[in-house]
């Protein structure tokens, strides 16, 4: 469905007056078509002074960006490509087949811009097999196409035809292609004799935890990229001293993980394995994109596979820090969790009594805490409470509401490291229960030296 840019509607009344004043500037507005976030509009700016090619190359990224109010312009302004992807949007019934006939009849003869429509029209129509073969056609010459192809691809499992794919991408002049082939040349795994423990000293700078995402699939790579921008965009967890490492590509092999691990019905991950692509990699945390299986955190690892979204990282993340979940445990975990009281989120007491809320009064600044009972204990004869009477993200991973509290709550605890738990950690138990006393030492001494880093 085409989106709209309506924050541009108050420039239009400029736009239609007199261009002569502007001419002069036409290298001025390419510039800024290639260099600023509005591209669409500086590239109209310049097709309104003069410059007939300008329309053509607004067309070609409209439809790229499937930026339904630039293609509109386009089409008044008489652009063939726009005429034609609109023609496409048109059918819907069967009084409309002639403009399929006629998008056809231009995709068979090179026309990137049909052959891209009739990928988008046969996708709205569940024709996966069709919506294929002219996104195939369309990713031999388009940036755009060919990085969408190589993502299908990998979502199918053919991952050194997705490999293919980005390249051309990257051959086509793809910048985000470039940096996705980036991250899979940086990623080859260092052999334990090369290394030293000197760049693991000053592993967290300034930040409190720095997440390194591994993955192993090129949709992998990109889901996690995605969390990555929306967390630099997330006003919520501004505030948070957490950063973000780019995503490690590794190889299949690297990465050996389980939706089922050790029977346990949850997603989990051979950890030595993984660590061999980790070893003198600057992180505190590490999280793992795999196929399919449930999210959840173990000490410093947190797995999430393919179908999970940036809600359910941010909830996770949030299990690094010590919150605990505001929904129902099971009757054994609730028996673990319910008889301790160092959540940041939660206190627990018995049925009847109030909780301490000590620990919160410290971060309210003089407020009163609006205190509720949370579900988590309900398989429990406990009582759990959380200083919030609002569903919050610890309880649905659909919920964005973060109370104030929390995050303060979080901050806190980041800050105090005896209280949080580093992958180290996981891959230090890894190799001992191996009995590899020599790798599990560098990792326990990775966590020494994270201890005693400012």
Known sequence: MLKSSLGL???????????????????????????????????????????????EQLSQRAIALNDGYWLHFAKLAGSAQAKRY??????????????????NYSAKRGELDAQVALYHHWITQNQLEKAQHWLSRAAKRDASSALMYAKWLSLKGQESQALESLQIAQQLGSAEALKLLNMRAGSAPKKYSELTLASSKAVVENCAQRLQFVASSLHSVMQGQAFIDNF??????????ICINRPLWLAPDSLTCSGNWQGAGRLGCNMTRMSQSLFGQRFTHVVVLAQAGKANVHNGVMFLDS?????????ELAHFAGFIDE????????????????????RVSRQGHQPDMLGWQGLTKGQRIAVSESRTCDNHQAQAYKPSTKMTFMEFYDVPYIPPIYLRAWAERLANKPLLT???????????AKGDTEQGTYWRTRYQHYLQAD
């Open 9 to 55: 509607l108050c420039t239009l009344a400029w736009l239609f007056t007199g261009h002569s004043d502007v001419i002069q500037y036409l290298p001025f507005l390419h510039n800024q078509a290639n260099s600023n976030q509005q591209p669409l509009h500086y590239l109209y700016r310049a097709y309104r002074a003069g410059d007939e090619q300008a329309l």
């Open 86 to 103: 609109f023609s496409y949007l048109q059918v819907g019934n069967e009084g409309n087949k002639a403009a399929i006939k006629a998008l």
């Open 232 to 241: 630099a965009n997330d006003e919520r967890l501004k505030t948070l001293p």
């Open 307 to 315: 179908q999970d979204d940036y809600n359910v990282f941010v909830h």
């Open 327 to 346: 929904y129902p445990l099971s009757e054994g975990l609730a028996s673990v969790i319910c008889e301790l009281n160092d959540a940041p989120n939660l």
């Open 422 to 432: 580093p992958a180290y950690i996981n891959f230090y138990q890894g190799y001992d």
